[in-house]
């Protein structure tokens, strides 16, 4: 697949089964640098696995992911994993924190998975942390922090090695609204300034109003709504 | 609700008389509204005046001549656009959208594809108002929370309604 000018990351007719459970069924995909895309759907539709297959966490059965020029099916799997470390980001409904850190070394773990000196790390994940008005609790460990500010941490580490394309499946799905609303203002907001892409998988009307547009996953077929109307 | 609209896709089944299609439209959509016969009477004359229904037989009896309508081509091209154009987003416009989805099930269209449009639609009028909500003060921002809260119920009730197209479909078409 040679997708069009400017796109970042795209798919085309990806399938995906799990035995006999058809997760995806031909869904295709396409997003821009700097561009907010929300992945709706009724539960079990297949928006998670299609997050997971862009993401290069779990391969597809068949079709085509193309991420800048690059399919990620001809890549190793040293070379994908390198690629989720250096230039992906993810976000996750919870449990994402290691609890044994505090917050600002769960920030600079990315930092120090990918080399990066301790001192060093952790000032540029205290800056995140101010981006996301969470730096007062760097000393703090996750347990002792609320949903809403651990999910700020949780942001500010997505986006400490400054990642191209930034993956959010339920980001807010513990919060609550007011909390939630706040957490996607500043993902998209940083996200935006970054000119980073964000593949915002919701079930959530109001979650999915801060994308620029939506694709809808049914039964693992997928509709570009921009393109339907 | 678009009246002509809603007589014009009953009338996609079939030939029928102005009586038989207000008892169709009160067991469909008139359930604490039913039609008087006057509305149905001078729906249908505008509808003939525009070629969207024509008359397909007279029946003589010991009262008034009774019509029998048929859609035209010109008709379903209408029941087709109007199906296709998505509801401005408002409050309450619920009853609207469910007589399109009943319409489109019972004509055999995509009712699925009725729900994704709208939910386009009312996404579209989401973000203009995140938007304003985020570049505004507390005012602002309660004001668009207030239509934002509206806009979300109906898409929860869109969402549930797709849930069980399936089911809705058995029912309508039993």
Known sequence: MTPPPGTLLAAEDLRKSYGPTVALDGAGFSIHPGEVVAVMGPSGS????????LAGIVPPDSGSIVYDGRELAGMSDTERSALRRSEFGFVFQFGQLVPELTCVENVALPLRLNGRPRKEAERAALAWMQRLEVDDLAAKRPGEVSGG????????????????????????????????????????????????????????????????????????????????? | MSIGHTLLGLLESGPRHGYDLKRAFDEKFGHDRPLHYGQVYSTMSRLLKHGLVEVDGIEAGGGPERKRYAITDAGVTDVERWLATPEKPEEYLQSTLY???????????????ILDVQRSEHLRSMRILTDRKRKGDLADQLVCDHALFHLEADLRWLELTAARLDKLRAEVTR
């Not at chain 1, 801060?210 to 997928?222: A, F, N, P």
């Open chain 1, 46 to 53: 297949g928006k998670s696995t299609l997050l997971h297959c």
């Open chain 1, 149 to 229: 500010q651990g999910q700020r941490v949780a942001v500010a580490r997505a986006l400490v090695t400054e990642p191209r394309v930034i993956f959010a499946d339920e980001p807010t799905g513990a919060l609550d609204s007011l909390n939630g609303e706040r957490v996607m203002e500043l993902l998209t907001e940083a996200a935006r300034s970054a000119n980073a892409a964000v593949v915002l998988v919701t079930h959530e009307a109001r979650v999915a109003a801060y994308s620029d547009r939506e694709i809808v996953v049914r039964d693992g077929r997928s509709r570009d709504m921009e393109r339907a109307i």
């Open chain 2, 99 to 113: 007589t399109k989805v009943v319409l489109a099930l019972l004509t055999h269209r995509d009712a699925a594809d």
